[in-house]
């Protein structure tokens, strides 16, 4: 009883509102940078393991929100070492010379209640101009620092092609061209 007594008044804590603009550091630990893509007759699944960033949210200006985010591509985790030796190669990411992947916003605006962020996206050499839907997934008081918390969660989707990722674009059927992208971030107040 005592733990489920302590359970709800740390969801009560996670709940409770914070007041103005934070900026927030991704805790990477409790966040998720994951993709698939079409392989054959089946979905191909994977994520990266490190990546870092800040987010400026404002509840009552979120058209104020600023997203700076870094991503290693070195650490691509598909669960298959031999996968993910192939696609950090210079057939897909090219790793040695395209360590990062990047995303830093430019403006943002509400449109039909959704939050929608614009901004530069480079990924192996090639930038571009994206918008990405992002959901509040809710604002609070951490339980254990005290630190304003944030969560964030957006889902798009991205052509290899566009990024010159395109190993395997003449092998109609085998691999796709669209990349499914989900991004979800708890990201704590700087203080």
Request: aromatic share 8%; net charge negative; no cysteine.
């Given at each position: 009883m005592r733990h489920i007594k302590m359970g709800i008044a740390a969801m009560a804590v996670l709940l409770v509102s914070t007041a103005g603009a934070e900026e927030y550091q991704i805790d990477s630990e409790h966040s998720n940078v994951a993709f698939s893509v079409r392989h054959l007759v089946s979905r191909t699944s994977g994520q990266f393991n490190e990546f870092s960033g800040s987010i400026h949210y404002d509840a009552e200006h979120p058209e104020k929100t600023r997203i700076e985010a870094t991503v290693q591509v070195a650490s691509l985790d598909t669960d298959n070492v031999k996968r993910d030796g192939h696609l950090k190669s210079?057939?897909?990411?090219d790793v040695e010379q395209f360590p990062t992947i990047t995303f830093k916003s430019t403006k943002a605006m509400v449109k039909d209640e959704v939050l929608q962020v614009t901004g530069e996206f480079t990924m192996h050499g090639q930038t571009k101009t994206i918008t990405l839907p992002v959901e509040v997934l809710g604002i609070g008081t951490h339980p254990y620092n005290q630190k304003p918390v944030a969560g964030f969660e957006t889902?798009?989707?991205?052509?290899?092609?566009?990024?010159?990722?395109?190993?395997?674009?003449?092998?109609?059927?085998?691999?796709g061209d669209e990349v499914r992208v989900s991004v979800t971030i708890e990201a704590i107040a700087d203080e």
């Amino acid at each position: 009883m005592r733990h489920i007594k302590m359970g709800i008044a740390a969801m009560a804590v996670l709940l409770v509102s914070t007041a103005g603009a934070e900026e927030y550091q991704i805790d990477s630990e409790h966040s998720n940078v994951a993709f698939s893509v079409r392989h054959l007759v089946s979905r191909t699944s994977g994520q990266f393991n490190e990546f870092s960033g800040s987010i400026h949210y404002d509840a009552e200006h979120p058209e104020k929100t600023r997203i700076e985010a870094t991503v290693q591509v070195a650490s691509l985790d598909t669960d298959n070492v031999k996968r993910d030796g192939h696609l950090k190669s210079g057939d897909f990411f090219d790793v040695e010379q395209f360590p990062t992947i990047t995303f830093k916003s430019t403006k943002a605006m509400v449109k039909d209640e959704v939050l929608q962020v614009t901004g530069e996206f480079t990924m192996h050499g090639q930038t571009k101009t994206i918008t990405l839907p992002v959901e509040v997934l809710g604002i609070g008081t951490h339980p254990y620092n005290q630190k304003p918390v944030a969560g964030f969660e957006t889902r798009t989707a991205l052509l290899r092609s566009d990024y010159a990722v395109n190993s395997w674009a003449d092998a109609a059927g085998v691999l796709g061209d669209e990349v499914r992208v989900s991004v979800t971030i708890e990201a704590i107040a700087d203080e």
